[in-house]
């Protein structure tokens, strides 16, 4: 198609925020903060890698996930412990925080809840910022690798996607079929994942995790959840996903309990004010 002739004044108009997010209530991080300084560990679980485990916080608790033996990235999913159809919402995560999510941010949960489910109060990767090549970590981009893409994409029948390993792992949970388990699976925040667009095509990347052991996510549940997280096949995705040829490692999940009197005067979010009547 021809260019017009204003092609270069159309695209220098600046662009506008979507979302301008200074309006969002914004998490008490002092009081969380406090919070889990007398808080107790009352669980963990190791992930396997290449697999995938559950967990279940409490409103007001905290969750730690951890790299422990080699750099690794996770996919996380998290449903409302009482009600499997409130889920993460990574499209809304990445429309009001943007493309990656650190300290302060929010896993909001679909509609019609939209509401805070956990708010991230520690990052140990937060300085890595935005890399040369537009990349950086823990995005809300991706969706999960799944074995679907890479039957369309090679043929191949591969079953240890993080797709896959959720889908296991939530069936198990809940004493669901893999049928009735897999629409509950859902777009992931990628735990320590190193990811971005490209300038010149747009077109999705990732590159080796910043991750090291001891780094961490910590989590303030925000409502009672009950959480999925899959160790990827990527391993720290410097080379392949959908394949077993990454060399892989497990990820430590820990839940904190916080003292009884910790939250004095804290509730958990209500779910969304709008009325839901559609103009009818
Ligand atoms: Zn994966």
Not at 106 to 126: K, Q, V
Not at 156 to 161: G, K, L, N, P, R
Request: aromatic share 8%; proline share 8%.
């Amino acid at each position: 198609m021809p260019t017009p002739a204003d092609a270069d004044a159309r695209r220098a108009i600046a662009p506008v925020i979507c979302y301008p997010n200074d309006t969002l209530p914004v998490p008490d991080l002092a009081l969380y903060r406090a919070a889990r300084q007398g808080a107790e560990k009352t669980g963990e679980v190791l992930v396997p890698p290449r697999d995938a485990s559950v967990f279940r916080v409490p409103a007001g608790h905290v969750f730690r996930i951890s790299s422990v033996e080699g750099p690794q990235v996770g996919d996380l999913n998290l449903w409302n412990a009482h009600d499997l159809s409130e889920r993460f919402y990574s499209g809304k995560a990445r429309a009001l925080h943007g493309t990656h999510l650190t300290t302060g941010e929010r896993m909001w949960s679909s509609f019609p809840h939209l509401r805070p489910m956990a708010t991230i109060i520690e990052d140990t990767l937060e300085w890595y910022g935005i890399d040369q090549y537009g990349g950086s970590v823990h995005d809300v981009i991706g969706t999960r690798c799944d074995p679907y893409t890479g039957n369309l994409l090679s043929g191949t029948q591969y079953h240890h996607c993080c797709h896959s390993n959720l889908t296991r792992a939530l069936a198990d949970e809940m004493g669901m079929t893999l049928a009735e388990a897999e629409p509950h699976v859902h777009d992931v925040l990628n735990v320590f994942m190193c990811t971005g667009f490209t300038r010149d095509t747009g077109q999705y990347f990732m590159k080796a995790s910043p991750v090291r052991p001891g780094d961490h996510l910590e989590f303030f549940a925000e409502i009672d959840l009950l959480g999925a997280l899959s160790a990827c096949p990527g391993g720290d995705c410097s080379s392949e996903h959908s394949s077993d040829s990454a060399a892989c490692h497990p990820l430590l999940v820990e839940i904190f309990a916080p003292q009884a009197d910790a939250l004095a005067g804290w509730t958990p979010p209500p779910v969304n004010g709008y009325d839901r009547s559609h103009g009818r």
